[in-house]
């Protein structure tokens, strides 16, 4: 373990660890994808996966150009549903770890090395790339109601940019988590109650170029969300309530 930290604090210019693989969801992505690949193969020497959601654009053809392997869902199963069917591809494939980022160019593949380095230090199981000035004031609220709904002390629920390891990429890859709609709260108190330790790095991230958020695109889709996860929330807090008085 030692020299695989060694080579994450000094190797140039591209990070390498054994068995490590990038998963990025997608749904028309076309404008950015390529441009995002692009920057991950400068920073390190991953596979990146792209799990296409049912794209109706360019998206499968720019991420193969880019080098990276392409599975095309059928139907669209949602950011959540997507990042689940590249995380069985990690469990089938042996990987030890699974990076999961964003296809819009929010996230940065320069922040890879620091996400990974409290997992290679057995530090922590999962960490998830953190930048709270990102959120807007509704969104730093949402963010506090659900962690006062749900008791997770993690700053930046929502952040999609992630590191999992082999037994976390297991437990993610169950059908429980099927039933998840969204891959925050319901995913962070799986992990939770399931005795994983998670840790926030800090991280920047950059404003999306193009589109639209795929979960708050509408008011109506806002408070949907809202409700589903504080609901959710509740329901979890009160399960490893009722586990650990008995």
Known sequence: MTGAAENI??????LSLPHCVVIMPAHDEAR?????????????????????????DNTV????????????LAVQLGAWGATQAGLRYALK???AYAITMDADGQHLAESLPALLQPIIDRQADVTI?????RGSALRKIAWSLMKRASGLRLEDLTSGLRVYDRRAIRRL????????EYQDVGVLAMLQSSGFS????????????????????????VIYYMAYTLLLSFTKRGMKHKSESM
């Open 93 to 95: 494939h042996d990987y």
């Open 9 to 14: 604090r000094h190797e140039s210019p591209a």
């Open 198 to 221: 998670i840790q926030d790095v800090e991280v920047e991230m950059l404003p999306r170029q193009h589109g639209i958020s795929r979960v708050f695109y509408s008011w109506t889709s």
């Open 173 to 180: 890859s169950a059908w429980q988590a099927t039933l998840l």
């Open 61 to 72: 053809r720019v991420a193969r150009q880019a080098g990276a392997v392409v599975l095309p």
């Open 32 to 56: 950015d994808i390529g441009f995002v690949i692009g920057e991950i193969n400068r920073h390190c020497s991953f596979p990146v996966v792209v799990v296409d959601d049912a794209s109706t």
């Open 129 to 133: 790339g953190t930048c709270t000035r």
